[in-house]
């Protein structure tokens, strides 16, 4: 086939089970990739087969053990390169490290741009993120990139459930207000957001609710779950406001620390009725969460990349168009 011809797919470690899927959406197989580890841990990562002029897609999450799947990946990227690859598309389910995109204290890295830096340096000709957690570190690189969002995905599973009557959709904290706000406009919904403060790192307090949310049923999204104090912290507080029935969710599931145990807990005691996250990354930390809805992202990942391989004029821009409308029930706007 012509898209195997020219084009050449790879998922390194933390991407396999997502890679195959993404890759049989495409009709495409995995390229077999050596991934070599010595003796004194260095890594060693090179393509079995010649990509000489072809066009090189490596799939890889940057999730735990960060540095260990980052290097990886560079590392992959360095051989691809060397190996006259036509183009090299890093497509990061999950970008490690995205949360340190400033100075939030003064003699604090901003290490997500040393990330862009690196995946050029290497030699990434494009780059494509799921749910970068802030939207203008796409600054950070000299090279395209698209970061495009699973979470209409992960929304349009909650609204199966959750239904739109008396439904709220709710942002976790400041930061994601936009993205609430898009969601809802989809669906015609209100919006309210909840006021987070961090006293200190991975401890999350909710200090105010605002808008509507009494007696209506919640729709959560984040872009991730680290420890799930966020969410824990934010379904309580909607508790307590007087919310029926919330639906959580997330793009990301890292499941790091108790969150397992925090979320069963909050399942248990219905300050959650629901949980949602994408599958951007293979890990099974969240075994033992009842009550947990995994949502495949990998049709939306293999209608990007098909956007790369195929030579029309089809876009992003167009194939989010196309997504949010046969989502849309009442839409007013999107952007
Ligand atoms: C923060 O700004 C992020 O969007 C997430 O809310 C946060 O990283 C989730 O982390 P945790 O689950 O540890 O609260």
Redesign the pocket.
């Given at each position: 086939m012509d898209r195997q011809r020219k084009n050449v797919l790879f998922a390194l470690s933390a991407s396999k089970e997502l890679g195959a899927k993404v890759a049989k959406h495409l009709g495409m197989k995995l390229s077999p990739v050596e991934i070599k580890h010595f003796a004194d841990g260095e890594t060693m990562v090179k393509s079995v087969e010649s990509i000489r002029n072809k066009h090189v897609f490596v799939i890889q999450s940057t999730s735990k053990p960060v540095n260990e799947n980052l290097m990886e990946l560079l590392i992959a990227i360095d051989s691809f390169r060397r190996a006259s690859a036509k183009s090299i598309t890093v497509l990061l389910p999950y970008y490690g490290y995205a949360?340190q995109d400033r100075k939030t204290l003064g003699r604090e890295p901003i290490t997500c741009k040393l990330v862009a830096d690196l995946l050029q340096q290497a030699g990434a000709t494009r780059v494509t993120i799921i749910d970068l957690?802030s939207a203008q570190a796409q600054g950070f690189f000299d090279v395209p990139v698209d970061t495009c969002s699973a979470s209409y995905t992960v929304l349009d599973a909650m609204i199966k459930e959750a239904g739109t009557r008396n439904t709220v959709i709710v942002s976790?904290?400041y930061?994601?207000v936009k993205r609430a706000r898009d969601l809802s406009l989809l669906y015609n919904l209100p919006v309210a957001i909840l006021d987070?403060r961090r006293p200190e790192p991975?401890k999350?307090e909710i200090t105010n609710v605002l808008g509507f949310v009494r007696g209506k049923n919640a729709i959560i999204i984040?872009?991730?779950?680290?420890?799930?104090?966020?969410?824990?912290?934010a379904c309580k507080a909607l508790k307590q406001k007087g919310v029926k029935k919330i639906f959580a969710g997330?793009t990301h599931g890292?499941f790091?620390?108790d969150?397992v145990a925090n979320f069963n807990t909050a399942l248990k005691h219905k300050y959650i009725d629901r949980l949602y996250i994408g599958n951007t990354l293979d890990n099974v930390n969240h075994i033992g969460i009842k009550g947990l809805k995994i949502v495949d992202v990998s049709p939306l990942l293999a209608d990007i990349l098909n956007v790369y391989m195929t030579d029309t004029d089809k876009s992003i821009t167009q194939l989010y168009k196309k997504l949010t409308h046969s989502n849309s029930k009442g839409r007013k706007s999107w952007k």
């Amino acid at each position: 086939m012509d898209r195997q011809r020219k084009n050449v797919l790879f998922a390194l470690s933390a991407s396999k089970e997502l890679g195959a899927k993404v890759a049989k959406h495409l009709g495409m197989k995995l390229s077999p990739v050596e991934i070599k580890h010595f003796a004194d841990g260095e890594t060693m990562v090179k393509s079995v087969e010649s990509i000489r002029n072809k066009h090189v897609f490596v799939i890889q999450s940057t999730s735990k053990p960060v540095n260990e799947n980052l290097m990886e990946l560079l590392i992959a990227i360095d051989s691809f390169r060397r190996a006259s690859a036509k183009s090299i598309t890093v497509l990061l389910p999950y970008y490690g490290y995205a949360r340190q995109d400033r100075k939030t204290l003064g003699r604090e890295p901003i290490t997500c741009k040393l990330v862009a830096d690196l995946l050029q340096q290497a030699g990434a000709t494009r780059v494509t993120i799921i749910d970068l957690h802030s939207a203008q570190a796409q600054g950070f690189f000299d090279v395209p990139v698209d970061t495009c969002s699973a979470s209409y995905t992960v929304l349009d599973a909650m609204i199966k459930e959750a239904g739109t009557r008396n439904t709220v959709i709710v942002s976790p904290d400041y930061g994601s207000v936009k993205r609430a706000r898009d969601l809802s406009l989809l669906y015609n919904l209100p919006v309210a957001i909840l006021d987070k403060r961090r006293p200190e790192p991975n401890k999350a307090e909710i200090t105010n609710v605002l808008g509507f949310v009494r007696g209506k049923n919640a729709i959560i999204i984040d872009d991730m779950i680290d420890t799930g104090g966020t969410l824990v912290a934010a379904c309580k507080a909607l508790k307590q406001k007087g919310v029926k029935k919330i639906f959580a969710g997330a793009t990301h599931g890292l499941f790091s620390r108790d969150a397992v145990a925090n979320f069963n807990t909050a399942l248990k005691h219905k300050y959650i009725d629901r949980l949602y996250i994408g599958n951007t990354l293979d890990n099974v930390n969240h075994i033992g969460i009842k009550g947990l809805k995994i949502v495949d992202v990998s049709p939306l990942l293999a209608d990007i990349l098909n956007v790369y391989m195929t030579d029309t004029d089809k876009s992003i821009t167009q194939l989010y168009k196309k997504l949010t409308h046969s989502n849309s029930k009442g839409r007013k706007s999107w952007k």
